[in-house]
């Protein structure tokens, strides 16, 4: 079996104003033409028009960082797929654990998110991922589980080989920890197994499985070599041009 295309992710959390995201994207575009990666940027949604237009003719794709499931209505502040889908948007970014924590989503909201988001023709990356307490508990597995069970509930084999998990410790998110190859590998892992586990195993080979918690142009490479890893969602180092382009190409 052909290995799996290798993403490459970035999520810029809340950074960047429209004109320096179609900056960043115009001067990215070039340097990453070659890149053998899929290579998706996740921006603010306020700039998600100027980056889709950047992007235009390049082979960047666009990821937003959150949507609402509901179609329309009294959801003040909120944004919905077909606003997403109308702007070319290719990629949702949901249930990162930022979300989690700051925002209350919870895996039942994760869950519809991405039945509203495979319904209007983007795909999903789901995030997932224990705290450092966690850990230390031994629950990592079974929490992990848990989330993405929940996450995938309802879901067709189809839309499942398609979408995108990302594995984010959040001890590792934002601290420079990055978790060891192994721990990453071994979570990775058990997520494919539990996706064998649902949706067989030619499903669990297709689902691009991302690692991501302090990824970096110096340890792109070996995390991306690791057999169950797929790629990185990566935040910090994506708001920086020589970085992302580094690991776009590891
Ligand atoms: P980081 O963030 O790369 O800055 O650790 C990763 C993420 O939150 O997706």
């Keep these: 079996m052909a290995k799996r295309t290798i993403m490459a992710a970035g999520n810029w959390k809340m950074n960047k104003t429209p004109s320096e995201a179609k900056a960043f994207v115009e001067s990215l575009k070039g340097l990453v033409a070659d890149a053998g990666s899929e290579v998706v940027v996740g921006v603010p949604s306020v700039c998600?028009?100027?980056?889709?237009?950047?992007?235009?003719?390049?082979?960047?794709?666009?990821?937003?960082?959150?949507?609402?499931?509901?179609?329309?209505?009294?959801?003040?502040?909120?944004?919905?797929?077909?606003?997403?889908?109308?702007?070319?948007?290719?990629?949702?970014?949901?249930?990162?654990?930022?979300?989690?924590?700051?925002?209350?989503?919870?895996?039942?909201?994760?869950?519809?998110?991405?039945?509203?988001?495979?319904?209007?023709?983007?795909?999903p990356i789901i995030c997932c991922g224990e705290s450092l307490t966690q850990r230390e508990q031994g629950v990592t597995a079974e929490h992990v589980r848990y989330q993405i069970k929940v996450a995938l509930l309802g879901l067709s084999a189809e839309e499942v080989s398609k979408l995108v998990i990302a594995y984010e410790p959040i001890w590792a998110i934002?601290?420079?920890?990055?978790?060891?190859?192994?721990?990453?590998?071994?979570?990775?892992?058990?997520?494919?197994?539990?996706?064998?586990?649902?949706?067989?195993?030619d499903v669990a080979e297709k689902t691009r499985i991302l690692y991501g918690g302090s990824v970096k142009a110096s340890n792109a490479a070996e995390l991306f070599a690791m057999p169950n890893i797929d790629g990185g969602l990566v935040g910090g180092a994506s708001l920086k041009l020589d970085e992302f382009e580094k690991i776009a190409k590891a």
């Design 174 to 201: 934002g601290t420079g920890k990055t978790a060891t190859n192994e721990q990453a590998e071994e979570v990775c892992g058990i997520i494919r197994k539990l996706v064998a586990e649902l949706y067989g195993d």
């Design 48 to 123: 998600l028009p100027a980056v889709v237009e950047a992007a235009k003719g390049s082979n960047i794709k666009v990821a937003a960082q959150n949507v609402h499931w509901e179609a329309s209505g009294a959801y003040t502040g909120e944004i919905s797929c077909a606003m997403l889908k109308d702007l070319n948007v290719d990629y949702v970014i949901i249930g990162h654990s930022e979300r989690r924590e700051y925002f209350g989503e919870t895996d039942e909201m994760i869950n519809k998110k991405a039945r509203a988001i495979l319904d209007a023709g983007m795909l």
